[in-house]
Nanobody, 118 residues
Framework: QVQLVESGGGLVQAGGSLRLSCAASARSLSRYTMGWFRQAPGKERAFVAS????????DYADSVKGRFIISRDNAKNMVYLQMNSLKPEDTAVYYC???????????WGQGTQVTVSS
């Protein structure tokens, strides 16, 4: 089981940037894939990006490719989501999550609100 705590959300104007952080606590994260998801009002939670802990392989939703960058700091057990060129449609609660190979995302943080004003 992984404990996850997000931070870094806030209010930003369209075109601006924010960096979200996720602090992960576990015995070992080496086998995990870490993900960011978001849920906008009235919508289902949606995948944003993921990164494998050991190799650092990344994956992105089409809607954020070229604007968002996921990264991790193995020494600090931190995962980051750098969000650039933000749009009003990026407004959502952003969640950090983790999963083991061939498993669903089972561990979730409490979420952090990101609001992008037009």
């Amino acid at each position: 089981q992984v404990q996850l705590v997000e931070s870094g959300g806030g209010l930003v104007q369209a075109g601006g940037s924010l960096r979200l952080s996720c602090a992960a606590s576990a015995r070992s994260l080496s086998r995990y894939t870490m993900g960011w998801f978001r849920q906008a009002p009235g919508k289902e939670r949606a995948f944003v990006a993921s990164i494998t802990w050991t190799v650092g392989s990344t994956d992105y939703a089409d809607s954020v490719k070229g604007r968002f960058i996921i990264s991790r700091d193995n020494a600090k057990n931190m995962v980051y989501l750098q969000m650039n060129s933000l749009k009003p449609e990026d407004t959502a609660v952003y969640y950090c999550a983790s999963r083991l190979p061939l498993s669903q995302y089972l561990d979730w943080g409490q979420g952090t609100q990101v609001t992008v004003s037009s």
